[in-house]
């Protein structure tokens, strides 16, 4: 199993201590970010999350890239989703994202052949979700 948990910056991970399933990186003594550099130094996934987190616009489409990392930690965006500590949402807004008919030119896809007719969510509600920020 795979487990981040962060507190803060990331909605999605939302454990109070910084952690990780197979090695926890102690926060006493440690700066609270210090812990999390450390952490993504030794997983890639976390580290090209946080990543991303940093360098992409919190838009639609970036917000999708940092889930994307996430979902690549796990083995799949239906993986994360079964862990316990991700909120049902995630579905709301991958669906919100990915529909041309929802959000237009803000959608990662073009086809109005599928996707949903109406955003699930807004771009605030997306940020809150995944970033703990609006």
């Known amino acids: ?17 910084v952690t990780y ?11 609270y970010g210090t812990s999390v ?8 996934h976390f580290e090209r999350a946080l990543f991303l987190y940093g360098s992409v616009s919190h838009n639609w489409r970036g ?8 979902e690549d930690a ?5 993986k994360l989703l079964s862990e316990p500590w991700v909120s049902p949402k995630v579905k709301d807004f991958k669906s919100t994202a ?17 996707g949903v007719p109406t955003a699930r969510m807004s771009l605030p509600e997306a940020r809150q979700l995944l970033c703990g920020s609006s």
């Open 63 to 70: 917000l999708s890239m940092v889930l994307e990392a996430a």
């Open 1 to 17: 199993m795979t487990e981040w948990n962060i507190e803060g910056r990331f909605g999605l991970f939302v454990k109070a201590e």
């Open 98 to 114: 990915n529909s041309y008919r929802a959000i237009g030119l803000e959608s990662r896809h073009g086809t109005v052949s599928s």
């Open 21 to 31: 399933a197979t090695a926890s990186v102690p926060v006493t003594n440690l700066a």
């Open 37 to 44: 550099l450390q952490l993504a130094r030794k997983h890639p």
């Open 74 to 78: 796990f083995g799949g965006g239906k």
